[in-house]
């Protein structure tokens, strides 16, 4: 009999344990732990597709889908899990919530991304309607996701319609309505010229958003009190890294009121990219970009208009990388 593995649990230690196996010229094929990592859980995930495919009765088959719902999820690998997120949905109707909406997740993300969004957002009905009577909390993550799906589906103007199918089912949740009204604040920005940055940066320098003309531009609204904002910036180092050299920007906008903690901040984290205080404009970048609550971003495109709003992760990299490469189009004879 086969050994039974348990695929939920995924540590350092055992990444770490599959690359001391690994042969030596595979190891120098990655140049970052990045991408070594992004490698082998790719592999884990078709690993783990090909033995469900093999073994959809097995008596383990739920915690490999549970793996491989989640994988799809973190790795951007929604469309490759979708067939077996519809089956799941069909054949497991006794699985637990957490289960079904992980399913329900990759289902809807994959349609996005596919440019099916009315059907996205009927994926998005059952999951609102699964937890209408729970913490709103996984509701707005799901309504989060699809909003920047549709995006990077091409389909940007569907991101209001989730938010509005959000903002309905949690009808009497203040807080709810709260976040959706600043989300559809900003993104009425969508497709417009960007609003004017024009302010001294930290180091003294004056930084102008329109001097970044011709490039792909994150302006990101950030502060040092922000806990989502600083767990995002280890990917914002790396996407920086990556992507600069080909025509990647990054405005930070601090909402700090002290300007001697982003100070603190920086010199024990330096930023690569500039960083200006909202309060160096009496904010009028924040309030021309509509900026409520944080972490919010975004991207404008090298004609100066504002595309995508609110991506991150694997959304804002898939999205700058895109865009990126379709101005490199544009200029080439």
């Known amino acids: 009999m086969a050994a039974s593995h348990d695929w939920t649990m995924v540590t350092a230690a055992g990444l770490i344990a ?18 070594l990592r992004r490698h082998h859980a790719k592999a ?27 994988t799809a999820l973190d790795e951007d690998l929604t469309p490759q899990a979708k067939p077996h997120a519809v089956r799941f949905l069909q054949e497991q109707a006794d699985a637990p919530l ?37 913490d709103p909390s996984a509701a707005i ?16 103007e569907f991101s209001s319609r989730v938010y509005d199918r ?17 989300r559809l604040a900003r993104l009425e920005l969508l497709g417009k010229p960007a609003p004017a940055i024009a302010a001294p940066d930290l180091e003294g320098n004056q930084a102008i958003l329109a001097d970044f003309a011709g490039k792909v531009v994150l302006v990101d609204f950030w502060a040092t009190n922000c806990p989502p904002c600083l767990e995002e910036l280890p990917q ?18 601090s909402l700090d009121e002290e300007e001697d903690l982003v100070r603190e901040f920086l010199a ?27 972490p919010a971003n975004f991207l404008i495109g090298p004609d100066g208009k504002v595309a995508r709003v609110d991506l991150h992760g694997n959304d804002l990299r898939s999205e700058v990388e895109r865009m990126l490469k379709d101005a490199k189009g544009r200029t080439e004879p």
Do not use: C
Request: charged residues 25%; proline residues 3%.
């Open 18 to 35: 599959v690359f001391l196996v690994a042969p030596t010229d595979a190891q120098e094929a990655f140049d970052s732990f990045e991408s």
């Open 44 to 70: 884990g995930f078709e690993a783990t597709a090909a033995y469900l495919a093999a073994h959809p009765d097995a008596a383990d088959a739920r915690e490999a889908y549970r793996f491989l719902f989640q």
């Open 98 to 134: 957490s289960e079904k909406s992980r399913a329900r997740r990759v289902a809807m993300l994959s349609l996005a991304l596919e440019g099916e969004a009315d059907a996205a957002l009927d994926v998005l009905g059952e999951e609102l309607a699964a937890f209408r009577r729970l």
């Open 141 to 156: 993550d799901a309504a989060t996701a699809l909003a920047a799906a549709v995006q990077r589906g091409g389909k940007p």
């Open 166 to 182: 959000l903002r309905r089912t949690f009808f009497l949740n203040s807080g709810v309505e709260t976040i959706v009204g600043n």
């Open 236 to 253: 914002l180092r790396r996407l920086y890294a990556d992507l600069h050299s080909s025509g990647f920007e990054i405005l930070a906008v």
């Open 268 to 294: 024990r984290s330096p930023l690569p990219w500039r960083t200006i205080l909202s309060t160096a404009d009496d904010e009028a970048a924040r309030n021309a970009f509509r900026i409520e609550t944080i």
